[in-house]
Nanobody, 123 residues
Framework: QVQLVEAGGGVGQAGGSLRRSCAGSGRTCSSLYRGWFSQAPGKEREFVARIGGSFRITSYADSVKGRFTISRDNAKSTVYLQMNSLKPEDTARYYC????????????????WGQGTQVTVSS
């Protein structure tokens, strides 16, 4: 079993930065595939970024490429999402996700989810 606890986020201004973290506990956290998704009101949950386990290969949604950075600290079993050059359209509830096997950008590929926290970007 894997538990994910999120922190950070909150309110930011357009052009500013926020940092999200997601601490994992449970089995083999260092080898988990980890991802971030966002969900705005009335919309489906969307892929934001993802990082692999051993080789830490990253991928990003086109909408955040060049602005957001996903990273991980396996010693702390924590994944981070650095959000720079924020835009009002980044406003959403952000969820971290994890999976023991390969997972990329699809919601259905992840079996473990954090509780989600709101990020609001004002213009």
């Amino acid at each position: 079993q894997v538990q994910l606890v999120e922190a950070g986020g909150g309110v930011g201004q357009a052009g500013g930065s926020l940092r999200r973290s997601c601490a994992g506990s449970g089995r083999t956290c260092s080898s988990l595939y980890r991802g971030w998704f966002s969900q705005a009101p009335g919309k489906e949950r969307e892929f934001v970024a993802r990082i692999g386990g051993s080789f830490r290969i990253t991928s990003y949604a086109d909408s955040v490429k060049g602005r957001f950075t996903i990273s991980r600290d396996n010693a702390k079993s924590t994944v981070y999402l650095q959000m720079n050059s924020l835009k009002p359209e980044d406003t959403a509830r952000y969820y971290c996700a994890a999976n023991l096997q390969y997972a990329n950008s699809r919601y259905s590929e992840y079996n473990y989810w954090g509780q989600g926290t709101q990020v609001t970007v004002s213009s």
